[in-house]
């Protein structure tokens, strides 16, 4: 098997018009599909997919399941935003050899990295 590329990377949601305040009112995110009479939301970022799906008890939201990162053009500015709309931080946002993150939560508890890796000639060799 040879695998090309992510189609889409998708988290589950229990409802969707509160997960879509979250995911476009909060991280500005643009629609760019919508399936199943509402139940999946896709949006394009960069090349990729995210989506959001609330697809019944066969998958449910976890804090302790995969996890998206999200590379952000402005840390800071991003954090700020973030903690102004009071959302949930499950890592406080710290520094490592090669960039900066902080983990949130969306409104079902579901993990996002908020990222942003530094310049060339900042970073240090991660380990």
């Not at 949601?13 to 939301?41: C, I, N, P, Q």
């Not at 066969?58 to 996890?67: L, N, R, V």
């Amino acid at each position: 098997m040879k695998i090309k590329n992510i189609a889409f990377v998708g988290i589950p949601v229990t409802d969707m018009k509160r997960a879509r305040e979250f995911y476009e009112g909060v991280l500005g995110l643009e629609t760019s599909d919508e399936m199943g009479h509402g139940k999946w939301v896709e949006y394009a970022i960069g090349d990729d997919t995210l989506a959001i799906g609330s697809v019944g008890d066969q998958w449910k939201p976890s804090a302790d399941g995969t996890s998206v990162a999200i590379e952000i053009e402005n840390f800071d500015e991003a954090i700020k935003r973030l903690k102004d709309r009071h959302v949930r931080f499950a890592a406080e946002p710290f520094e490592s050899p090669c960039c900066h993150m902080a983990v949130v939560q969306d409104p079902d508890g579901n993990k996002l990295i908020i990222h942003k890796l530094k310049p060339e000639n900042e970073k240090e060799p991660c380990p």
